[in-house]
Each structure stands twice: as C-alpha cells, then as structure tokens.
C-alpha cells in the first residue's frame, strides 16, 4: 500500500462494494484516510548555496566566470507502508549570471542532493550535472533540474520526518573557502 504525503490517502485497488466486504470480515475500510508521517526537512546550507568559478587564480570582479545559486526547490515525498520505505523527489531551482570572465555562453555546474539520517550520517549522496545555457542576448538564466528521487528503507515510517535532506553546490576547497570567508548574501 503507497500513501503519498500530497494526496494522504490509500491507493486501493478493487470496487467499493469489496470495501464492505472487507469490513465485514474485520480488515476495516480501505477507503478510510490512514495517518500519514510528514516529509523530511530540506536544507541549503548557506556555505554551498551559491557559487562562484573565477577564471585562473585571480579573484576579481574581472575574473568571474558565472556566479550561481539555489533560489529554491520544489519537492514531495511518499511512504510505502508495506515495504517500509520513503522516497523523496525534489527538483532544485538555479540562477546564474555570466561573468565578464566567460568564454562562452554555456556552463556546467554540479550540485549535491544528500541525505542525513537521524543520527546525524550521511547515507546517500549524489552529484548531479547542470548545463546553464544563456541566450545571446541575456547573462541570466533559472533552471528547474530534472526531478531527483531518493528511496530510504525504513525500520519504522514514523522515524521519515527525521532524516534531513541537503542540497547545495558541488565546490572545491577553494571554493568552498572563498563561501566561507566572504559570506554568501
């Protein structure tokens, strides 16, 4: 039996007369909304959030390729209560601006989908590819990705709230260092 959090009913298969049926020999309704654990929080840590890839090893303004970040993301999630499992399907949102730097009006950009169980690990991570296509005639593009679904068996459905979703930039040390320094606003 799926439950989805949106929907927050029983998909049943089968008539609404075997739903009497049922009833009558002590399975209950099927058709009856059934309590449903909410979805994980998701994070964008303000570190990884924003981006900045400067061409050599100068950083000015000058030396700016693309500057990007997360400006939100659009997500759901839904509960297998046979299988004991939670799957998470989020979709990142991206805005980029060309630097004075680029070569070229096409940027490849990698972020991170991660999730933290409740103890505090991280069990899954994945790297995903974004080209950032500009038009001639404009420095800016948005871009809603591809949806990224993540599945986590679960001992107990009601321990799903408790995990932690995270999304930001794949960056390198320096990158991450520059974040870190000069702030993200």
Same mark, same amino acid.
């Given at each position: 039996?799926?439950?989805?959090?949106?929907?927050?009913?029983?998909? *049943? %298969?089968?008539?609404?007369?075997?739903?009497?049926? %049922?009833?009558?020999?002590?399975?209950?309704?099927?058709?009856?909304?059934?309590?449903?654990?909410?979805?994980?929080?998701?994070?964008?840590?303000? /570190?990884?959030?924003?981006?900045?890839?400067?061409?050599?090893?100068?950083?000015?303004?000058? /030396?700016?390729?693309?500057? *990007?970040?997360?400006?939100?993301?659009?997500?759901?999630?839904?509960?297998? %209560? /046979?299988?004991?499992? %939670?799957?998470?399907?989020?979709?990142?949102?991206?805005?980029?601006?060309?630097?004075?730097?680029?070569?070229?009006?096409?940027?490849?950009?990698?972020?991170?989908?991660?999730?933290?169980?409740?103890?505090?690990?991280?069990?899954?991570?994945?790297?995903? /590819?974004?080209?950032?296509?500009?038009?001639?005639?404009?420095?800016?593009?948005?871009?809603?990705?591809?949806?990224?679904?993540?599945?986590?068996?679960?001992?107990?459905?009601?321990?799903?709230?408790?995990?932690?979703?995270?999304?930001?930039?794949?960056?390198?040390?320096?990158?991450?260092?520059?974040?870190?320094?000069?702030?993200?606003?």
């Amino acid at each position: 039996m799926t439950i989805g959090n949106g929907l927050r009913r029983v998909y *049943a %298969l089968g008539m609404v007369s075997l739903g009497g049926l %049922l009833s009558a020999c002590g399975g209950g309704n099927p058709f009856e909304e059934q309590p449903v654990p909410v979805c994980p929080a998701a994070y964008l840590p303000k /570190d990884t959030a924003k981006l900045v890839q400067f061409s050599g090893a100068g950083r000015d303004l000058t /030396d700016v390729i693309v500057e *990007a970040e997360f400006t939100g993301y659009l997500g759901d999630c839904g509960y297998d %209560l /046979d299988d004991k499992e %939670l799957d998470v399907i989020i979709s990142p949102i991206i805005t980029a601006e060309l630097g004075p730097a680029a070569q070229n009006r096409n940027v490849q950009i990698k972020y991170f989908v991660a999730l933290r169980d409740p103890n505090g690990t991280f069990i899954q991570k994945s790297v995903f /590819d974004v080209n950032m296509a500009f038009a001639d005639n404009l420095n800016m593009a948005r871009i809603r990705d591809e949806q990224v679904t993540l599945s986590v068996p679960l001992d107990d459905v009601w321990t799903g709230p408790d995990y932690e979703i995270y999304l930001g930039f794949q960056l390198s040390a320096d990158q991450l260092e520059y974040n870190r320094r000069f702030g993200t606003d």
